[in-house]
T-cell receptor, first 116, second 115 residues
Framework: KAGVTQTPRYLIKTRGQQVTLSCSPI?????VSWYQQTPGQGLQFLFE???????NKGNFPGRFSGRQFSNSRSEMNVSTLELGDSALYLC???????????????FGPGTRLTVL | AQTVTQSQPEMSVQEAETVTLSCTYD???????LFWYKQPPSRQMILVIR??????QNATENRFSVNFQKAAKSFSLKISDSQLGDTAMYFC????????????FGAGTILRVKS
């Protein structure tokens, strides 16, 4: 079974631009979560989607948004990029079948975003 | 809010020896999950082991085992017969049972296995 895939793997943008990152979960997984990893702040939760609905959101500004499609693929968008948005963005998928349940998250290889 | 603390920024161990990585967490929840993930230089985050809080028995996965002390809110990882491929950053993570999966990570411990 194929793992979680993320595209693109590397991205270079300039301040003020916007960017869209894509994540395809493991087949059969319906929950997709996004995390930001930086040397200073470590790993921080951005948001989680299940069945095209955002179920949970971390403490990030509104410039960070996401969505999930009917095939469970997810995208996250960052508008008006800032230097501090440079990070490794990790996507993770899990089965996430029902409210109140929890499930092991499996991670993709990440997208390395550099903002100049 | 939950917090996860890994007090050892870096550790090293000789090949074939045993090493223990520490993790403590703070929560008022009674039901939750704990995880150890490893992130080698490739940056791919890999699940090592998982523990359900309602289970008293410590989880094991081959050379990896945990010492879960619920009352003390401690969740250490023991790696036996360390191998060069175990060199990685290890993250302890907490997840409570709530609407929407969310992992709270510790700062990580860099483990170097020496030959």
């Amino acid at each position: 079974k194929a793992g979680v895939t993320q595209t693109p793997r590397y991205l270079i943008k300039t301040r003020g631009q916007q960017v869209t990152l894509s994540c395809s979960p493991i087949s059969g997984h319906r929950s997709v979560s996004w995390y930001q990893q930086t040397p200073g702040q470590g790993l921080q939760f951005l948001f989680e989607y299940f069945s095209e609905t955002q179920r949970n959101k971390g403490n990030f500004p509104g410039r960070f948004s996401g969505r999930q499609f009917s095939n469970s693929r997810s995208e996250m968008n960052v508008s008006t990029l800032e230097l501090g948005d440079s990070a490794l963005y990790l996507c993770a998928s899990s089965l996430g079948p029902r409210v109140g349940s929890t499930d092991t998250q499996y991670f993709g290889p990440g997208t390395r975003l550099t903002v100049l | 809010a939950q917090t996860v603390t890994q007090s050892q920024p870096e550790m090293s161990v000789q090949e074939a020896e045993t090493v223990t990585l520490s993790c403590t967490y703070d929560t008022s929840e009674n039901n939750y999950y704990l995880f150890w993930y490893k992130q080698p230089p490739s940056r791919q985050m890999i699940l090592v082991i998982r523990q359900e809080a309602y289970k008293q028995q410590n989880a094991t996965e081959n050379r990896f085992s945990v010492n879960f002390q619920k009352a003390a809110k401690s969740f250490s990882l023991k790696i036996s017969d360390s191998q060069l491929g175990d060199t990685a950053m290890y993250f302890c993570a907490f997840m409570k049972l709530e609407y929407g999966n969310k992992l709270v990570f510790g700062a990580g411990t860099i483990l170097r296995v020496k030959s």
